[in-house]
Structure formats: structure tokens, C-alpha cells
């Protein structure tokens, strides 16, 4: 949320349901997959990903 203002994140976490996302974790690879979209290292990889 470092990119939210203070009204965005308000809004995000009065309503949490709606902005939560459920996932079934099922091995190593999820972890690799979440690494990879969220680690500030990994930003070049990201942006290879996405071409």
C-alpha cells in the first residue's frame, strides 16, 4: 500500500472481504510464483515476465 493514500487505504481495510483473495497454497512453486510478483529484487524478472 505504499503507493495508497490515506483515503485508498481506508477504504481498502473497512472492507477486507472484498479486497481479500484466497488462495490454496500446494507447493515450492507458490512460493517461487509470490516471490517473484512481490520481492523488489525480482523486478526485472517481472518485467520480462509481462513482455
Known sequence: LGTSTAKEAKEYFSNMDRHRIIFKY??????????????????NDRK????
Request: proline share 0%; charged share 25%.
Open 26 to 43: 500446494e507447493s515450492i512453486k507458490d512460493d517461487l510464483v509470490i516471490q517473484l510478483a512481490f520481492h523488489n529484487a525480482l523486478s
Open 48 to 51: 520480462d515476465l509481462i513482455k
